[in-house]
Structure formats: structure tokens, C-alpha cells
């Protein structure tokens, strides 16, 4: 790693790439340590514990590239996979990460072209899951309904 002329640290001789990340977890502790594995890593994170909250973080925040959401939401009337759905149908813009330390889910359950991490993961399996949606997507490789391209 080596920094740049402004001190940022750059990894493999590239600035670190800044985008906003939407976050979905109810549990305060990892929403907490997933947030700061995003944001130590150059990302700018929107939490949302709530169903209602990322709803309208995602009406609000046009920046917003990439959704993580757990599967399992307490109290809420939607899972983060029933979420994740909904998103893909409004916003297919969005690369959906999906995460569970509880519930795997089969690959046809999912949006197309989501991905799935599951709990517990280190902070840095996360952060490579995000940039690797954002990367594919950029790179004409995930086409915009979440399909691979190649």
C-alpha cells in the first residue's frame, strides 16, 4: 500500500474507489462492525435498520450503488431477501449482497445477480463482496437486471 499525494492510502497503486452502500441489518453490533469494515475502506455506508428505513434511503440517496441486506430482519414484515427482491424490480441499478448467519439461500431464491456472503465473515470478505458487484457491474460483466454478460 502507498498514499497518494493527498495521503489517501492507496491499495495496488489505485485510490481506494468511493460509492455509497446501503446497509440493512437490525442487529446494532454488526451493523456497527460491517459499517466500519465499508467506511475503513474508503465506502460511504447509509445504515438502515429497519425495512421502512432503506426504503426511504433508497428514494432519497441517488448515489447509492450497492445494497447488503440480511436475510433475517427482527419485527419486520419483510425479510432482507424479500427487500433485496423489491429493490432489484425498482432499482436495477443496484448490485444486492445478501447476507445470513442463519438462512442459506438457493441461488434461484435470489434477485439475479445478487450474491450471498454468509455470517460470520471477516471485515474484509465483505468489503471485497461489495467492490466485486460494483466492479462487475462497472465492467459490463453484470448488466443491469443482475444477468452476467459473459
Known amino acids: 500500500m502507498s498514499r497518494d499525494e493527498c495521503g489517501v492510502i492507496m491499495e495496488g497503486g ?11 441489518e437490525d442487529v446494532p453490533v454488526q451493523m456497527m462492525a460491517a459499517a466500519s469494515a465499508l467506511r475503513d475502506a474508503g465506502l460511504r455506508v447509509v445504515e438502515a435498520p429497519t425495512v421502512e428505513a432503506a426504503t426511504s434511503a433508497l428514494g432519497a440517496d441517488t448515489e447509492l450503488r450497492v445494497i447488503v441486506a440480511d436475510i433475517d430482519l427482527d419485527g419486520e ?33 435470489m434477485p439475479a445477480g445478487a450474491r450471498f456472503l454468509q455470517k460470520p465473515f471477516e471485515p474484509e470478505a465483505l468489503v471485497d463482496a461489495v467492490r466485486s458487484l460494483v466492479e462487475a457491474r462497472d465492467a459490463g460483466r453484470l448488466a443491469p437486471d443482475g444477468s452476467m454478460t459473459d
Open 14 to 24: 489505485y485510490a481506494p474507489s468511493t460509492f455509497a452502500v446501503l446497509l440493512v
Open 77 to 109: 414484515p419483510l425479510t432482507g431477501l424479500m427487500l433485496a427482491k423489491a429493490v432489484a424490480a425498482r432499482w436495477p441499478d443496484l448490485a444486492v449482497l445478501i447476507i445470513s448467519g442463519v438462512i442459506m439461500p438457493e441461488t434461484d431464491a
